[in-house]
């Protein structure tokens, strides 16, 4: 199962993806993984995150990266974006590939090129949570 962009903004109990993806701009120095992960948890340490992560923050990690993958290669959203209709062994693969696609770009870019990749899916979030 997975969520949309769209869902995920109108939980009450979850991180907004445009919100994260922003955040996770002014951590970039711990790499793409832990800026994720810091800004949408507000923490890099499993012992502290565990406590309070929830289903749809697990999600939303991965929605988040989906979105930042499509932007350095369009392939990660080739098949449309997270939706009800996602079971989790298509939203793993997505994920997946959007995790692979990130590594791989953030070791040939700056950590300023960085930021502006998160500030990029930021912006491309926020439009679709309004949709």
């Not at 949309?4 to 445009?18: D, G, K, M, Q």
């Not at 700056?110 to 899916?121: P, R």
């Amino acid at each position: 199962m997975s969520m949309s962009v769209t869902e995920l903004a109108e939980l009450p109990n979850a991180p907004t993806i445009s919100r994260g993806l922003r955040e996770a701009a002014a951590y970039v120095d711990q790499g793409p993984f832990l800026a994720l992960r810091r800004a949408l948890f507000g923490t890099t340490t499993f012992e502290d995150f565990i406590t309070v992560i929830t289903p749809e923050y697990a999600i939303a990690e991965g929605v988040a990266l989906i979105v930042l993958g499509g932007l350095v290669d369009p392939e990660v959203t080739d098949q449309g974006w997270p939706d009800d209709t996602w079971d989790a062994n298509r939203c793993s693969l997505a994920v997946g590939h959007a995790h692979r696609v990130v590594a791989g770009w953030a070791a040939t870019h700056t950590e300023q090129q960085l930021a502006h990749l998160f500030e990029a899916a930021a912006d491309r979030a926020h439009t679709m949570e309004q949709e």
